[in-house]
């Protein structure tokens, strides 16, 4: 992000405008305030921060006014970002200078007649830190407290209430599960991840829509939470926030959350109506049959070819589900290409199943269908992937250690993720039985593997220049080694032995 507006920028596109009710033009206004008084960029995020955090409490407490919220609202708003914004401290100190932030925003939209005055925050700021210790529990109505321990698998098993109030209180569960989710991945440790996350989703063309923007938002979601592979770990951004957050969830959450790590991203087609409320879908690659609700406009439901992640777990749930419209030709061509896309995959990882295609390349099967129904274009993947032969080996040697090492060390600094030093290393590997290499500098060699990969997969986080002077080797080492490994290993743009997530994405636009 290059600045804090920015920040601001993407959090306001991104959430639906209805649900938010501290309007952007207040924030902005205040953060322009401050900048005029002085303040660094640095210390207008560290504001930004703070009011984000308001705003998406507000969110998850269904509150629409600032006018209206009381002592016991800010308590409750204090013991939830405790509970569930990782690296908010319960401490005197944080918790003054929390809300000295809030006040200050308040007291900014007060002078602007946009709040009638700040004396409830200011109450609440004395009461909860303006002694020596922070004072909560003690703050709180019984009643209040009562809710915060509310266990919601009562709710779940009381056998006399109504499905649709099940359904209702699972809705809430969910949405506010969708909301820590939020909040947990717009921290400032997942900006990377969260940019290359839209730069994938966006494809090299990289274009957000001024038209739709909710629904593009609420497809970007959809696929950053089941689909994206975080750059640190390689698990998908459900998985790691199971791994690391479960145990502040309740447990209705942590089974809904456990539950979600099991949807599969699917593309199907209605084939009949059952009755009024059921519909049978078929899976397009699969054949396999299913049923869903009814929800779909009679008219045009077989029309239509669907995409997204779902699951039946006691009972079907759909996270989001994209709709096109195409014709029954169009959908033989997108099964044809997506089969001989899992066919490219194949030959960097032999027996793989359809399944294990799409946990790694989803978003390539999405591209691929926007591609065909938008672009018309007649091959997205090119014959030259699948009909290439590759050099084998013919001895098995064990590759330097000292390369890998090094690799190991290094590759998160220039941007690469942990799939990309995966294949990177297979490159070494198969490198290595293909020949006698003796190596004198291994930083010379992990440069010539940083460069070629990134390469291979159009990435442009490497330059020759820039890696000759972080290792303190020459330019021209780095090229003579890199037509060695090329010249060796056979390797062409897009290789599908080491062709990453996204190198994959682009070589779907190449012309």
């Known amino acids: 992000m290059k600045n804090v507006y920015d920040q601001v920028s993407l959090f306001y596109n991104s959430e639906p405008m209805d649900l938010v009710s501290i309007k952007r033009e207040w924030v902005e206004s205040f953060l322009r305030y401050k900048a005029w008084q002085g303040a660094a960029d640095s210390e207008l995020r560290k504001l930004w921060q703070s009011i984000q955090l308001l705003i998406i409490y507000l969110q998850y407490a269904d509150n629409e006014d600032l006018d209206e919220l009381t002592v016991q609202d800010y308590v409750l708003l204090i013991e939830w970002l405790s509970t569930h914004v990782k690296g908010f401290k319960m401490s005197l100190k944080n ?125 970007f979601w959809d696929y950053f939470l089941f689909d994206y592979h975080l750059l640190a770990s390689d698990n998908t951004p459900l998985a790691h926030f199971y791994q690391t957050f479960s145990e502040r969830l309740s447990n209705d959450e942590r089974q809904i959350l456990n539950d979600l790590q099991s949807a599969q991203f699917t593309v199907f087609y209605v084939d009949r109506i059952l009755n009024q409320d059921w519909v049978e879908c078929v899976n397009l690659f699969t054949n396999e049959r299913f049923e869903l609700p009814f929800l779909f406009d009679y008219n045009s439901l077989k029309k239509l070819l669907f995409y997204g992640h779902i699951f039946s777990q006691g009972m079907i749930v759909i996270n989001y589900v994209t709709s096109i419209e195409v014709s029954k030709n169009l959908r033989r061509r997108i099964r044809e290409e997506v089969l001989r896309q899992k066919r490219v995959f194949e030959i960097q990882k032999p027996g793989v199943d359809l399944i294990s295609f799409f946990k790694r390349h989803a978003l390539v099967v999405r591209h691929t269908i926007d591609i065909l129904v938008t ?22 040697r064990e590759p330097h250690a000292g390369v890998m090492q090094r690799l190991k060390r290094i590759y998160a600094s220039y941007g690469f993720s942990k799939h990309d030093a995966e294949l990177i290393r297979a490159m070494w590997h198969d490198f290595c039985q293909l020949t006698d290499i003796i190596v004198r500098k291994p930083e010379v060699w992990v440069a010539v593997l940083l460069y070629s990969y990134a390469q291979i997969n159009y990435l442009n986080n490497v330059t020759v220049e820039s890696l000759a002077a972080d290792m303190h080797i020459s330019e021209t080492s780095i090229y003579k080694n890199k037509n060695k490994l090329s010249r060796i290993l056979e390797l062409r743009p897009f ?4 062709l990453g997530e996204e190198g994959f994405v682009v070589s779907l636009f190449m012309p």
């Open 95 to 219: 918790v003054r200078d929390f809300f000295a932030v809030l006040i200050e925003f308040q007291q900014h939209l007060v002078n602007k007649r946009i709040m009638s005055n700040c004396t409830e925050i200011e109450r609440a700021a004395s009461d909860i830190a303006g002694g020596k210790k922070l004072k909560l529990t003690k703050l709180l109505p019984s009643r209040d407290l009562a809710l915060l321990s509310d266990d919601l698998s009562t709710v779940f098993t009381d056998p006399s209430l109504q499905n649709q109030e099940m359904v209702k209180v699972i809705g809430e569960t969910v949405e506010h599960l969708m909301i820590k989710l939020g909040t947990y991945y717009q921290q400032d440790d997942f900006n990377e991840d969260f940019d290359r996350a839209l730069y994938l989703y966006t494809g090299p063309l990289e274009n957000i829509p001024d038209d739709g923007k909710e629904e593009f938002w609420l497809g």
């Open 375 to 396: 672009l018309a274009k007649v091959n997205v993947t090119p014959n030259s992937q699948i009909e290439r032969n590759f050099p084998k080996a013919v001895l098995s």
């Open 495 to 498: 290789d599908p032995r080491y």
